[in-house]
């Protein structure tokens, strides 16, 4: 019996292992299966997407042929572009020389233009005063003359018009050429006429630059000697300014030793005053009229030196003013005298005390 359950047993366990295996196996079957599905969808999904990419790369090809004939297009209208460009480059640069060529031309005339207008004011300054005043007289008639035939052209201008606007047919009409020029034909031929000159043969113009040098040389000489003079007197003044610069502070010298010497006899004059009160005062009226006796003497010696003889009757007092008016006098008289003079005479003085 042990047998036979080991066999069994065996039976059993080698049906469970077959179990286990056929339910392995058919688990393994199950997932081959689900994945061969899952391959079989990949698949599916790569051969769309295979035709996707293959459709793209189509419509990719395609734009980059439009693309292709595109840009050769673009590069056929940018070459075309370019061409126009640098002719029109050339063009321009050529109307830009011919501009420069105009303005320098227009330059140029302008300034022949002022060269002779310059030369015909010159020629017009040059001429007689009776002929200016003559030909101003033209000038202004022929002025008016052409100021009215352009207000004339004018109101016919303005009425032909008129008449075209009105026209039965409604259609303007062209000006004609005579309306066109008539209003400037007077004011152009009065602009670029030839200009009216005094002077008809270059003789004239040789005469008369000849007398303006000569006037010119006249003028010239002089203001050469005017200059001359004036250099003189700039140095004559300028020699009398010094010298009077030194005689000047030379008196200004001579007037402070006066003031100086003045002042001193001042106070010794009021000294002496006060010693004579003072002695008038103390002594006795002999004594008094003694000393005044001898000052009327000594007031008529200075008198008598410096002014003359005294008249009769006359006044010690009217002595002193006369002498005090002599002194103010010389004073004056002295400052008008040259400061070489004053020097000189104070050195003989100064001398003479010396000698004393």
């Not at 050529?94 to 300034?111: G, K, P, V, Y």
């Not at 006359?314 to 002498?323: D, F, G, S, W």
Request: aromatic letters at 8%; a negative charge.
């Amino acid at each position: 019996y042990p047998l036979e359950k080991e066999t069994f047993r065996d039976y059993i366990n080698d049906r469970r292992e077959i179990f286990l295996l056929e339910y392995a196996i058919a688990v393994k079957r199950e997932e081959i299966q689900k994945l061969e599905n899952i391959a079989k969808k990949e698949e599916r999904k790569l051969e769309k997407a295979e035709y996707n990419l293959e459709k793209d790369i189509a419509i990719f090809d395609e734009f980059l042929k439009e693309n292709h004939k595109s840009s050769i297009q673009a590069l056929k209208i940018a070459e075309k572009e370019s061409a126009v460009k640098a002719k029109k480059i050339v063009e321009i640069h050529a109307i830009s020389s011919q501009i420069m060529s105009l303005q320098s031309d227009i330059t140029r005339f302008e300034n022949s233009l002022r060269e002779y207008k310059m030369y015909r004011d010159f020629l017009y300054q040059l001429s007689p005063k009776e002929w200016q005043e003559e030909y101003e007289k033209k000038h202004e008639k022929k002025l008016k003359t052409a100021t009215k035939a352009d207000k004339e052209s004018a109101s016919e201008k303005g009425k032909y018009h008129g008449r075209a606007a009105h026209s039965s047919t409604g259609q303007p009409h062209a000006p004609s050429v005579h309306l066109l020029l008539c209003p400037g034909q007077d004011t152009t031929h009065f602009l670029f006429q030839e200009p009216e000159l005094y002077f008809t043969d270059p003789q004239q113009l040789l005469s008369i630059f000849t007398e303006m040098e000569e006037q010119n040389f006249s003028y010239f000489c002089n203001f050469q000697e005017i200059e001359k003079e004036m250099n003189e007197l700039q140095h004559i003044f300028i020699n009398t300014q010094k010298r009077k610069d030194r005689e000047r502070a030379q008196l200004e010298e001579v007037l402070l030793t006066l003031k100086s010497t003045v002042t001193k006899l001042e106070e010794r004059a009021a000294d002496l005053k006060f010693k004579v009160e003072d002695f008038s005062s103390e002594h006795k009226a002999d004594v008094q009229d003694k000393m005044l006796a001898s000052l009327k003497k000594k007031v008529r010696e200075i008198y008598g030196h410096c002014v003359g003889e005294s008249r009769e009757g006359m006044e010690i007092v009217q002595m002193l003013a006369a002498i005090e008016k002599k002194l103010i006098e010389l004073l004056d008289n002295l400052e008008r005298i040259p400061p070489a003079k004053v020097a000189e005479i104070e050195k003989a003085k100064k001398k003479e005390q010396r000698m004393r």
